[in-house]
């Protein structure tokens, strides 16, 4: 399951969920939800402390984020969904990510270097700047640059270790005549699956 949190859209998986983007709301909900994960508290200050020298981009994946982006995501369209079913999607979510660079590295010998998030961050997200982004930093009391480099790595590492892997999946699993693109990809996606440990 795939979790993006971008201003006023959030996507889980294929699903898309519009939410408020009422700068106060925003505010209110992340004060709430950083008061009931004190450790998110004290990883945006290490956030800000850093010098973004992971050893691995592994190290970046981390599933109390994801948790934390749920939980926001949850309060701003006003899902039920409880604590305890929150906390285990971002489990998965997080166990996913860290298969499919498994599966990458190993089936397909495909691996992710911080130099290229760093590269991909640079040219694909830094120079988007948008009032809903720029909210959600400043709600969180850090820079736009530490969003983007350091507290949204692990977006960044999941989008990167995706176009370094397509071209091989692209050789590996060549479109057959006539199959629809969309049909095309999923198979892709189906095959990659395939090596899964999550089974």
């Not at 699903?15 to 408020?20: H, I, R, T």
């Not at 050893?55 to 109390?64: F, G, I, P, R």
């Amino acid at each position: 399951m795939l979790t993006v949190v971008f201003g006023c859209l959030i996507v889980l998986g294929k699903e898309s969920y519009a939410v408020s983007s009422d700068r106060n709301e925003l505010e209110e909900t992340v004060a709430k939800v950083l008061d009931e994960m004190p450790d998110i508290a004290h990883k945006l200050q290490v956030t800000k402390d850093s010098d973004l020298n992971f050893a691995s981009v592994v190290e970046s994946l981390d599933n109390k984020k994801a948790e934390f982006r749920l939980k926001i995501h949850n309060e701003m369209s006003n899902l039920k969904h409880d604590n305890a079913y929150l906390e285990k999607v971002a489990i998965v979510e997080t166990e996913r990510y860290l298969d499919a660079i498994r599966i990458a590295e190993e089936i397909y010998g495909v691996s992710v270097t911080q130099e290229e998030v760093n590269h991909y961050i640079d040219t694909n997200v830094a120079d988007v700047v948008m009032p809903e982004k720029e909210r959600y930093a400043k709600a969180l009391g850090i820079s736009l640059y530490d969003l983007d480099y350091n507290f949204d790595r692990d977006f960044y590492v999941m989008d990167t270790l995706w176009d370094n892997l397509m071209p091989v999946l692209l050789e590996r699993y060549p479109r057959e005549d006539g199959e629809d693109p969309n049909l095309y990809l999923d198979r892709i996606k189906n095959e990659f699956y395939s090596y899964s440990s999550l089974r």
